[in-house]
């Protein structure tokens, strides 16, 4: 699903996705980090990197300005880094899992998706731990005039109700939504909730549904092509 352009990875962290996609001829790489830990590495690793990435440390939301981007803490003084956001309610987690012992913030701008004013965006991937939906209204431009394929991280455990707004709002957006499964894409209307996203919000009790489906891919509607790929039955 890869096309020549601008690929924008939001929740870059320390840069795992976005520097396989950087290396791909034809793509310019964009990665988005608010947590400045995570985003040093990730300029230690853009700066030995045969491509160049074009490095944004902000969060993304849908109005610019400031933010706290908070990160749990365990006991022992752990810091699960990539639980970092700006949406969740850790006071409120804290009150049913007391293995999050307290949280660290960092004050960190936010920006718009259309504020970045990068060009001919063809590709993302948005993992935001619970803003996706603000993520995406930051881009209606984005989504109206450049129509990328985007891959989203959504969980409830994360933000309830996030994967009944996502894809209802990129329905309203003019996109197909899939979800991979078995080796197949399959079409939202078969995501099954009650079966498929029954997870702990826990960052240490990893206790997940069999299977547990958390990746949504939204191609935009007229890409008949791509869409008939993705439809078709696994061999």
Known sequence: MLRSGTFVDVGAHIGAFIFEIANVAGITAVAV??????FQVLQQRAAQNSRPIKLINAALSNTPGESVLTVPVLAGGARIWDWASIKKDFPLLQQSFPEIVATQSFRVPVLTLDSLNLSNISGMKIDAEGSEYEVLQGGRKVLAAMRPVISVELEERHRIGCTY???????????????ELDGEFLPFARF?????????????RHEYSDPYVHC??????????????MSRPKP
Do not use: H, I
């Open 33 to 38: 980090e608010p947590l400045p830990n995570a």
């Open 216 to 229: 949504f891919y939204f191609v935009p509607a007229e890409e008949s092509e791509l869409l008939d790929r």
């Open 165 to 179: 707004a996502v894809p209802a709002f990129m329905d309203a957006s003019g996109y197909a939504c899939f979800f």
């Open 192 to 204: 099954d909730r009650a079966r498929m996203q029954r997870a702990s919000p826990s960052p240490v």
